[in-house]
């Protein structure tokens, strides 16, 4: 099992960012996906939850209204779309899968930075 994470990078404060997780070894469309996220000298903090079957998602109120998380089953592939981004945005973005049978698999991450 492997998830593999892309679309870090630097952004100005109020642009935007596309991140993906790859998935492999299971099938994506069994899982729920979150994002989390890890700022320097911070805790993780959750960022969004897409259900297995993709019709329900969830954020925090820090990011709600600004990322929008979604799937492609056919692709095995999770994206975090973020927009508006802020410099408390910066932190480096994990892709996490709970998975039927009680497993959870983390990616390694993908660093965004948000500063002008």
């Known amino acids: 099992v492997q998830l593999v994470e892309s679309g870090g990078g630097l952004v100005q404060p109020g642009g935007s960012l596309r991140l993906s997780c790859a998935a492999s070894?299971?099938?994506?469309?069994?899982?729920?996906m979150r994002w989390y996220r890890r700022a320097p000298g911070k805790e993780r903090d959750w960022v969004a939850t897409i259900t297995s079957g993709g019709s329900n998602t969830y954020y925090p109120d820090s990011v709600k209204g600004r990322f929008t998380i979604s799937r492609d089953n056919a692709k095995n592939t999770v994206y975090l779309q973020m927009n508006s981004l802020k410099q408390e945005d910066t932190a480096v973005y994990y892709c996490?899968?709970?998975?039927?049978?009680?497993?959870?698999?983390w990616g390694q991450g993908t660093q965004v930075t948000v500063s002008s």
């Open positions: 070894g299971f099938t994506l469309s069994s899982a729920v």
């Open positions: 996490h899968a709970d998975v039927p049978g009680g497993n959870d698999y």
